[in-house]
């Protein structure tokens, strides 16, 4: 009879002698404490911007699956406050029935509050918290973030570029990003993320990825922002030579970036391979229409298409020689 079984009702039992001896017990294990305080809000702040990235993000937070989980929260914490700097510039701001000055008044306390935090390691808003600690914990500051809240003015100031101002507004909107990216990427291991060539391949990402966005966004910008991202080219009569162009400048960028991941540590290897191509795959596609329809319609890549690449991308970064990462 088991100590939970319950007793028959044929009425009292004999008490039975044992002469086995004691069974030993297992040394009890102390209660977790509840988490509480500034892990509990950090953890939090974390997740919001791990849902914000999920949300917004099919490509980018596909990718970024690929990666250790501590650097993956990371890194989505990174995409969320530069989604959040790009929402109040590029229409819900407007749409919630904010004029263009109070658009910028908004941007301008975001970065404020982006700044104090960099500096204290907190903030009251969620995403500007999770961004302060990943990017104290990575090594980078404000050399970063002014660039990118500048550029991000730009869009309520500016609507049609030249090579100088499109030059500034990428670095500054794109380029430190991935530049934020790389600095996680190598945060726990012995690769420099400061070494020239990880520099350039990481700025030729960030731009190649916003000049795609550039390319497959053409018709929304242009309809609803009245945006012009690329310099001499009037994209409301877009010809297949001017579009072809755009692609090869893409090429170039995407080129310099696949030569800087074999210099990456290797976890991150695999994540990098699979944005690097699901972005590359949207511009095949985008090569492989007719020109104007880019105007009508915005290129995706299918959800199958994109488990393919994930799984392509594990395999390369496995196995992809060293150029002095681990």
């Given at each position: 009879?088991?100590?939970?079984?319950?007793?028959?009702?044929?009425?009292?039992?004999?008490?039975?002698?044992?002469?086995?001896?004691?069974?030993?017990?297992?040394?009890?294990?102390?209660?977790?404490?509840?988490?509480?305080?500034?892990?509990?809000?950090?953890?939090?702040?974390?997740?919001?911007?791990?849902?914000?990235?999920?949300?917004?993000?099919?490509?980018?937070?596909?990718?970024?699956?690929?990666?250790?989980?501590?650097?993956?929260?990371?890194?989505?914490?990174?995409?969320?406050?530069?989604?959040?700097?790009?929402?109040?510039?590029?229409?819900?701001?407007?749409?919630?029935?904010?004029?263009?000055?109070?658009?910028?008044?908004?941007?301008?306390?975001?970065?404020?509050?982006?700044?104090?935090?960099?500096?204290?390691?907190?903030?009251?808003?969620?995403?500007?918290?999770?961004?302060?600690?990943?990017?104290?914990?990575?090594?980078?500051?404000?050399?970063?973030?002014?660039?990118?809240?500048?550029?991000?003015?730009?869009?309520?100031?500016?609507?049609?570029?030249?090579?100088?101002?499109?030059?500034?507004?990428?670095?500054?909107?794109?380029?430190?990003?991935?530049?934020?990216?790389?600095?996680?990427?190598?945060?726990?291991?012995?690769?420099?993320?400061?070494?020239?060539?990880?520099?350039?391949?990481?700025?030729?990402?960030?731009?190649?990825?916003?000049?795609?966005?550039?390319?497959?966004?053409?018709?929304?910008?242009?309809?609803?922002?009245?945006?012009?991202?690329?310099?001499?080219?009037?994209?409301?009569?877009?010809?297949?030579?001017?579009?072809?162009?755009?692609?090869?400048?893409?090429?170039?960028?995407?080129?310099?970036?696949?030569?800087?991941?074999?210099?990456?540590?290797?976890?991150?290897?695999?994540?990098?391979?699979?944005?690097?191509?699901?972005?590359?795959?949207?511009?095949?596609?985008?090569?492989?229409?007719?020109?104007?329809?880019?105007?009508?319609r915005r290129i995706r890549v299918s959800t199958p298409h994109k488990v393919v690449i994930a799984l392509r991308a594990l395999i390369v970064g496995r196995f992809l020689p060293s150029r002095g990462g681990r």
């Open positions: 009879m088991t100590p939970t079984s319950e007793h028959s009702d044929s009425g009292p039992q004999p008490a039975a002698t044992s002469t086995a001896a004691p069974r030993s017990r297992r040394p009890s294990v102390p209660a977790r404490a509840p988490e509480t305080g500034l892990d509990l809000y950090n953890r939090v702040a974390t997740e919001n911007s791990v849902h914000l990235l999920s949300r917004y993000s099919s490509s980018f937070g596909a990718a970024s699956l690929l990666l250790p989980g501590r650097m993956r929260t990371r890194i989505a914490a990174i995409y969320a406050l530069v989604r959040v700097a790009d929402e109040i510039v590029d229409g819900p701001g407007e749409s919630a029935g904010l004029s263009t000055a109070e658009c910028a008044q908004t941007l301008d306390a975001l970065e404020a509050e982006t700044e104090h935090a960099l500096a204290t390691g907190f903030s009251s808003n969620l995403v500007v918290h999770a961004f302060a600690q990943t990017a104290r914990a990575a090594g980078f500051g404000t050399e970063l973030t002014r660039p990118f809240f500048a550029s991000m003015r730009m869009d309520l100031e500016q609507n049609v570029h030249d090579q100088a101002s499109i030059d500034a507004y990428i670095y500054g909107s794109a380029e430190v990003i991935g530049l934020m990216c790389t600095a996680v990427f190598c945060q726990d291991s012995r690769v420099d993320p400061q070494r020239p060539e990880i520099v350039d391949a990481a700025r030729a990402l960030g731009s190649a990825f916003q000049k795609i966005n550039f390319l497959r966004d053409l018709g929304s910008d242009l309809d609803a922002l009245g945006r012009n991202y690329f310099p001499g080219i009037n994209v409301a009569l877009l010809t297949a030579r001017d579009r072809d162009t755009i692609i090869a400048d893409i090429d170039g960028d995407l080129a310099r970036a696949r030569a800087g991941i074999g210099l990456l540590p290797r976890v991150s290897r695999p994540a990098v391979i699979c944005a690097t191509e699901l972005f590359a795959t949207l511009t095949r596609k985008m090569g492989a229409i007719p020109a104007r329809e880019l105007l009508r």
